[in-house]
């Protein structure tokens, strides 16, 4: 339990605050910062930027408790420091920097608890229910302190401070050791390839219902309010989701589990073509939330099976897979959006991309 409880900390400040926390705090931004859509669809960009290099780069940490510790500690730097500048080109820097800890963290937590809670499947569920906590955490206190007319750089740096407290408490927990050995050490394998392509296909069909269905419901719903609550919401159903599969995983394998969630994932990614209005985004919304976390606990498990000794190394590949589908998803969506005058020709896509790969997943077990 405090390894898994430790994870849980660890993930709710590398993506709760260190990912997801621009979601909630880009309309307070807008509102007192003068920030534009344009130049917060940049600021994104930057993290999402940040996160691929932080897969590509998450080999050079020889050790995955050293790893760990550096992550927490420049997530917790960033996010204080975006609350003292003002500079678009300083927080750019900042959101990418942030984006690549977020990355060390996520694929050395999971490098780190995985093993050591070997046998003891529910606990991986606590671990990667901290994604879900960190943005309901994260989400409220935005939504409250936007009630109380807190400015947004007062507001990053609450978050910064709140980064630091489980940062200093973890760091006697993530102890460098031998137990974990390099992402860049042994050979590629080519059975790996399959789950890094499946789950390169769960970025870029999660990140464009991600990027454009809050657009679609703002144009359903005419009460801004709805909106500030509606993101921690979210990181709930993220986080209830892990610590149902968690249980299911006693009774299925991993893959089979990766598989379904992607196929759930693709369901609620349709929705708003077969159900129009409010019905159809809301059902996209609880799918898609519902899923995410899901298809990486299951993921990053069925990793650690197949690599082993080596599964820091296929996480890392693989979550440099995800960040790239994550960058070319809202890129080939507005392509389509001008070519087509709509986002119905990048939700179906999305939803062919996230169907085909979890049948991949399928199809390459029973053949094994």
């Known amino acids: 339990m405090r390894i898994a409880l430790a994870g849980l900390a660890a993930?709710?400040?590398?993506?709760?605050?260190?990912?997801?926390?621009?979601?909630?705090?880009?309309?307070?931004?807008?509102?007192?910062?003068?920030?534009?859509?344009a130049a917060g669809g940049w600021l994104a960009a930057a993290n999402y930027l940040g996160y691929l290099f932080g897969a590509l780069s998450a080999g050079f940490f020889p050790r995955s408790g050293r790893a760990i510790r550096v992550g927490l500690l420049v997530i917790a730097g960033t996010t204080l420091a975006m609350g003292i500048t003002h500079?678009?080109?300083?927080?750019?820097?900042?959101?990418?920097?942030?984006?690549?800890a977020s990355a060390w963290?996520?694929?050395?937590?999971?490098?780190?608890?995985?093993?050591?809670l070997m046998g003891r499947r529910t606990l991986a569920g606590t671990v990667y229910a901290g994604v879900g906590v960190g943005i309901v955490v994260a989400g409220a206190l935005c939504g409250m302190l936007m009630a109380w007319s807190v400015p947004s750089s007062q507001t990053w740096i609450v978050l910064g401070a709140m980064c630091l407290l489980p940062t200093f408490l973890l760091w006697h927990v993530f102890v460098p050791d031998g137990s974990a050995r390099s992402p860049a050490a042994g050979r590629w394998n080519a059975q790996w390839w399959p789950l890094v392509l499946c789950y390169g296909a769960f970025g870029f069909g999660y990140i464009i219902p991600a990027t454009f269905l809050p657009a679609m419901?703002?144009?359903?719903?005419?009460?801004?309010?709805l909106f500030g609550w509606a993101w921690p919401a979210f990181g709930a159903a993220a986080a209830a989701s892990t610590l149902a599969v968690a249980v299911l995983s006693l009774h299925f394998t991993y893959r089979r589990l990766w598989a379904v969630s992607q196929l759930v994932m693709a369901l609620g990614v349709g929705a708003p073509l077969a159900i129009p209005g409010i019905g159809g985004?809301?059902?996209a919304a609880l799918c898609v939330g519902g899923s995410f976390m899901v298809v990486t606990m299951t993921g990053m498990q069925e990793a650690l099976q197949v690599a082993g000794a080596q599964a820091a190394r296929l996480m890392a590949a693989m979550t440099a897979a995800f960040a790239t589908g994550q960058i070319l998803g809202p890129v080939f969506a507005s392509l389509l959006i001008e070519a087509r005058g709509g986002l119905s020709g990048a939700l179906l896509a999305a939803c062919l991309v996230l169907a085909a790969s979890a049948f991949a997943l399928l199809f390459k077990r029973r053949n094994a």
């Not at 963290?105 to 050591?116: D, E, I």
């Open 105 to 116: 963290v996520l694929v050395h937590v999971s490098a780190w608890c995985l093993p050591r």
């Open 281 to 283: 985004i809301l059902i």
């Open 87 to 100: 500079q678009l080109a300083v927080w750019a820097a900042l959101r990418l920097a942030a984006g690549m």
């Open 11 to 37: 993930l709710a400040v590398a993506m709760g605050i260190g990912r997801f926390a621009f979601t909630p705090l880009l309309p307070m931004m807008q509102a007192d910062s003068g920030l534009s859509l």
């Open 217 to 225: 419901a703002r144009g359903e719903i005419a009460d801004p309010a």
